[in-house]
C-alpha cells in the first residue's frame, strides 16, 4: 500500500478566478435578449446548474459582440 504525499502548505485554490473566466460577461446595453439570458445565468448560478450557466454567460458574450457590431440590438 502506498503513503499519500504530504504537502507542506494547503492547495492553491483557483475558483475565484476560474469562475471569473467562465461566467463573466457585458450585456449589450438596452438590449432585452441580454436582459432575459443575464437573469438566466443568475438563476442557473444560484441553482448550481454550472452548465447552464456557462452556456447562459457564452451567449451573452456572443450576442453583446454581435449587437456592437451590427450597430443593432436584435
Known sequence: MTTPA???QPP???AGAVEAFLYD????DGCGVCTALMREL??????KEWSKAYEAA????????????AGTES
Do not use: G
Request: include cysteine; aromatic fraction near 4%.
Open 6 to 8: 504530504k504537502y507542506p
Open 58 to 69: 457564452a451567449e451573452i458574450r456572443n450576442h453583446a459582440r454581435h449587437a456592437t457590431q
Open 12 to 14: 492553491v485554490e483557483l
Open 42 to 47: 443568475e438563476e442557473t448560478k444560484k441553482a
Open 25 to 28: 460577461c457585458t450585456p449589450a
